[in-house]
């Protein structure tokens, strides 16, 4: 007997997969990317994903406002449209709703859905509304679309390329930490949660990268650097190495990392629920677009390592030399790392 803890989602995923992902019609890319690619014509191409949050393993009821686990539900889908470049088009939402929910929460629920399809241009055009035995079970399905050349994949990083990363990473990790340990709340801590809470889609930012001939491969990183960098090494064929002391970490997560002795690296590594983009670029193009970048978003990009023609294989390295980082990022089955 094979046991989910013993193999893990990703290897799950890989074990029932490869079935569906042979003898697909030209123009149709299935399972492995952030979304599935459908080929409409020279102008426009399909992207369709969707994601689940279930009470208690991906939120606490008590632990987020139903405005914001209304805007979260919708944003981890917008992401992985963002991944790709694309621009979302409609969502649609299937929601188990257990007999102990008041109707006023839930109308708090639609009005965080609500304000994100307005702000992001996307309309909520079906989904399905159904009783739950005891846990609150949220699925969002999202369409995007993109111009069929400007499509970004895990697929196609190349051994040379820069690793960059467009924001600082863990804070979200930090978040649920305050949440979980019940940490008081002060200007820092608060900062953290409600980067947990409520994430943003860099929507804006996948579509400029997307337009970017130079940047090879992208992904969001939903899961951590450490576990992401892994999707975009086995897609692509490729190693990497990632340097430790240029992963970039907010004022507010090293703050309270300090102050409650947590290795703020560690959860920048793998903290999980970043939701920035990873993306790679030839070394001779690094400068040119982190200036651009910069005058675009007025937000600079960092450059965390290298891609590497050494497949399967992820270093880290530490002042010029090589360190151990066992940590990996959100597996939803594996047992060693229990988060909620
Ligand atoms: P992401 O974190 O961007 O949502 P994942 O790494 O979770 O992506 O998933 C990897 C790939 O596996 C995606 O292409 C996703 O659509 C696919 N996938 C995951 N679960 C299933 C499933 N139950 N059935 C079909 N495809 C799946
Ligand atoms: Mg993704």
């Not at 990363?165 to 200007?187: A, C, F, Q, T, Y």
């Not at 997560?253 to 983009?277: K, T």
């Amino acid at each position: 007997m094979i046991r989910l803890t013993d193999i893990g989602e990703f290897e799950l995923i890989k074990r029932f997969s490869k079935q569906f992902m042979k003898n697909l019609p030209e123009g149709i890319t299935g399972i492995g990317d952030d979304c599935a690619i459908i080929y409409l014509n020279e102008k426009e191409t399909l992207l369709f994903t969707t994601d689940m949050l279930i009470e208690d393993r991906h939120f606490l009821l008590n632990k987020i406002t139903p405005n914001d686990l209304g805007k979260k539900s919708l944003a981890v889908n917008l992401s992985d449209i963002a991944a790709m470049g694309g621009k979302p088009h409609s969502a649609y939402l299937s929601i188990g709703i257990p007999s102990k929910m008041k109707v006023e929460w839930i109308d708090l629920f639609f009005t965080g859905i609500k304000d994100l399809c307005l702000q992001t241009g996307t309309y909520l055009l079906g989904g399905d509304t159904t009783k739950s035995p005891d846990r609150l079970v949220i699925n969002i399905g999202v369409i995007g679309t993109i111009d069929p050349l400007k499509i970004k994949k895990r697929s196609t990083a190349i051994p040379g390329d820069i690793i960059c990363i467009n924001d600082v990473v863990g804070d979200s990790g930090g978040g649920l930490k305050i949440l979980l340990d019940e940490k008081p709340l002060d200007r820092y801590s608060s900062y953290l949660v409600k980067r947990h809470n409520c994430p943003r889609a860099q929507i804006d930012e996948g579509k400029w990268l997307a337009q970017k001939e130079e940047i090879n491969a992208m992904i969001d990183v939903s899961d951590g650097i450490e576990s992401d960098i892994h999707r975009i090494m086995e897609s692509s064929g490729v190693g990497a190495e990632i340097e430790i002391n240029k992963v970039p970490l907010s004022e507010e997560l090293s703050n309270i990392s300090e102050r409650y002795n947590w290795n703020v690296q560690e959860i920048g590594l793998s903290g999980g629920e970043d939701y920035c983009l990873m993306f790679t670029v030839p070394e001779n193009y690094i400068d040119r677009i982190t200036i651009e970048y910069f005058q675009e978003f007025n937000r600079p990009l960092y450059n965390i390592g290298k891609i590497t023609n050494n497949p399967g294989n992820l270093t880290f390295t530490m002042d010029g030399g090589n360190i151990e980082f066992n940590k990996h990022g959100f597996d939803h089955f594996k047992s060693r790392n229990e988060k909620i």
